[in-house]
């Protein structure tokens, strides 16, 4: 028998996809811009697992934002939540946040793309390069669409007054860095000094 869909459970599912999203994006910007530089020589001597968790986290990070805006029924997405709680808004409320999800939607377009053309399915007519190339994104832009799309999720959250919620902080991003620096001084087997 098929559970009743009911807003709260859909938020629950946009706390959880906002986390996700977060997380994996914080990995991927520290694995790529932050610890690039001051780490080289570490990721370097260990580049097919970093090679590797580059890629998995931005997947990762691609698909849960995804989610948030996917078309289909069964997923907890931002319209889906305004629709089955849209009694507990008032009309300019509603009329408020419905546009801010329409306007995350049309930024989020490109995700969604790249989620399907590169992540979740592989065209047979272009390589995966050639749809990043069609798709181009600034990770800033992917930041601020997160953030974003969080900050709405947040702002319905303290509204049922739930007291847990998306983590603010740059958690993940520290950890990264946190594991490359005991990597980079470490001296266990195998293991060279940079």
Not at 68 to 96: G, I, P, V
Not at 134 to 154: M, Q, T, V, Y
Not at 171 to 186: C, H, I, K, P, Q
Request: aromatic share 10%; hydrophobic share 40%.
């Amino acid at each position: 028998m098929a559970r009743r869909v009911t807003a709260d459970t859909v938020l629950h599912g946009l706390i959880e996809l906002g986390i996700e999203a977060r997380k994996h994006y914080q990995v991927w910007w520290a694995l790529v811009h932050e610890a690039r530089l001051r780490y080289r020589p570490t990721m370097n001597r260990f580049s097919d697992y970093f090679n590797a968790a580059v890629r998995a986290h931005f997947d990762s990070m691609a698909l849960a934002i995804a989610r948030m805006y996917d078309k289909k029924s069964s997923t907890s997405t931002l319209a889906k939540y305004l629709k089955l709680d849209a009694s507990s808004f008032s009309a300019r409320e509603l009329e408020h946040f419905t546009s801010c999800v329409t306007q995350l939607a049309a930024r989020a377009k490109v995700v969604l793309k790249i989620r399907h053309e590169a992540v979740a399915h592989k065209p047979s007519d272009r390589t995966e390069r050639q749809v990043f190339q069609a798709n181009p994104f600034k990770p800033d832009e992917i930041r601020e669409l997160i953030d974003d799309s969080i900050d709405l999720i947040e702002q319905w959250r303290r509204r049922k007054g739930w007291n847990n919620g998306v983590f603010q902080s740059r958690r993940f991003s520290t950890s990264v860095l946190g594991v490359l620096e005991a990597l980079a001084n470490s001296s266990g087997p195998g293991a060279t000094r940079d």
